[in-house]
């Protein structure tokens, strides 16, 4: 490499921190390997959270929903036309 072709310590030094930057290189592609991995796995425990919360909101709004009406009124009506 570098300091193969000229041995100075400023070319030994260059080699080492290059060196040290594939290293870095190497390690970022390895954590966002994991990183994609744990993503890709909350993605999926949300996606069955969709459905459950998806239902439970379709509760709610048959709760919330109004009563049919009786077809009478319910309780005590005086009838005043025979009066």
Do not use: C, K, W, Y
């Not at 425990?45 to 709004?61: G, M, N, P, W």
């Amino acid at each position: 490499m570098l300091s193969s072709v000229l041995s100075s310590d400023r070319a030994v030094a260059v080699n080492i921190a290059i060196m040290r930057a594939f290293v870095q290189v190497r390690s970022l592609l390895a954590t966002n390997q994991e990183l994609a991995e744990r993503l890709l796995e909350l993605e999926r425990q949300i996606a069955s959270h969709d459905t459950s919360i998806t239902s439970l909101f379709e509760a709610i709004r048959q709760l919330m929903a109004l009563p049919e009406t009786a077809s009478r009124p319910i309780g005590f009506t005086a009838d005043l036309r025979d009066s």
